[in-house]
Nanobody, 114 residues
Framework: QVRLVESGGGLVQPGGSLRLSCAAS????????MGWYRQAPGKERELVAT???????IYADSAKGRFTISRDNAKNTVFLQMNSLKPEDTAVYYC????????WGQGTQVTVSS
């Protein structure tokens, strides 16, 4: 059974930082492209960042320079370090694993507000 469990979300003030984690099980983590996506109320789910098995990273324009995606294959975990957070970053953040199939986590809420 595949499980992706996100953690690290919460309420943060504008300009603050959060580090999201996603622990994976039931997949061969090292061959999966891992990603973070987000969905704000009333909007479609959108890409934030992905990291492939060779550590090649892709970022949405909104994330470049502020967010960093990384992975620890020994711990089957992918991270998203988010700095300089803005109110428009408020969304549910989802972890994704993709190889032959795509799997999703249940999501973690990030709220940026003063």
């Amino acid at each position: 059974q595949v499980r992706l469990v996100e953690s690290g979300g919460g309420l943060v003030q504008p300009g603050g930082s959060l580090r999201l984690s996603c622990a994976a099980s039931g997949i061969d983590f090292s061959v999966n492209t891992m990603g973070w996506y987000r969905q704000a109320p009333g909007k479609e789910r959108e890409l934030v960042a992905t990291i492939n098995p060779n550590n090649r990273k892709i970022y949405a324009d909104s994330a470049k320079g502020r967010f960093t995606i990384s992975r620890d294959n020994a711990k089957n975990t992918v991270f998203l370090q988010m700095n300089s957070l803005k109110p428009e970053d408020t969304a549910v953040y989802y972890c994704s694993a993709r190889y032959n199939d795509r799997y999703w986590g249940q999501g973690t809420q990030v709220t940026v507000s003063s």
